[in-house]
């Protein structure tokens, strides 16, 4: 009875967090979707996966990119949702199990961690660093 109240407020967030992505200005980095890959170090339009063969990690865990580069972020597990934050710099993206988006990586060089909001507490974090 509750079953589809429920299911509308998830689909209610979800379309809600697709329209605030869309709709960030370009003082913020935003994030859009699509396509996968593996490669141990960014350098601008790389991968960054997640959950590959169902750990708790992304791989590379240390990433470097070109300021203004986009990062495709890849959820590897097809079961798992993963997230990829960058807390407090307006980088916070979701995956359902499969999905891929892209992040537009607008942050001063400098060195930023970064987080499954989810999982970071079974230690899947890692190293963001923007030349």
């Given at each position: 009875m509750h079953r589809p109240r429920r299911l509308r407020a998830i689909l209610v967030a979800l379309l809600l967090g697709a329209t605030l992505a869309a709709c960030s200005n370009n003082s913020t980095p935003a994030a859009t979707s699509n396509p996968p890959a593996s490669t141990p170090a960014a350098t601008g339009g790389d991968t960054l996966q997640q959950g590959v063969d169902d750990q708790l990690v992304f791989t590379p865990a240390d990433i470097s990119v070109k300021h203004g580069?986009?990062?495709?972020?890849?959820n590897a597990s097809a079961s798992t949702t993963h997230t990829f934050t960058v807390t407090g710099m307006g980088?916070?993206?979701?995956?359902?199990?499969?999905?891929?988006?892209?992040?537009?990586?607008?942050?001063?060089?400098?060195?930023?961690p970064f987080i499954c909001t989810i999982h970071v507490s079974e230690g899947m974090k890692g190293t963001l660093t923007v030349t």
């Amino acid at each position: 009875m509750h079953r589809p109240r429920r299911l509308r407020a998830i689909l209610v967030a979800l379309l809600l967090g697709a329209t605030l992505a869309a709709c960030s200005n370009n003082s913020t980095p935003a994030a859009t979707s699509n396509p996968p890959a593996s490669t141990p170090a960014a350098t601008g339009g790389d991968t960054l996966q997640q959950g590959v063969d169902d750990q708790l990690v992304f791989t590379p865990a240390d990433i470097s990119v070109k300021h203004g580069a986009t990062l495709t972020v890849t959820n590897a597990s097809a079961s798992t949702t993963h997230t990829f934050t960058v807390t407090g710099m307006g980088i916070d993206i979701t995956n359902q199990g499969g999905q891929s988006q892209q992040v537009k990586i607008d942050l001063p060089p400098g060195t930023y961690p970064f987080i499954c909001t989810i999982h970071v507490s079974e230690g899947m974090k890692g190293t963001l660093t923007v030349t």
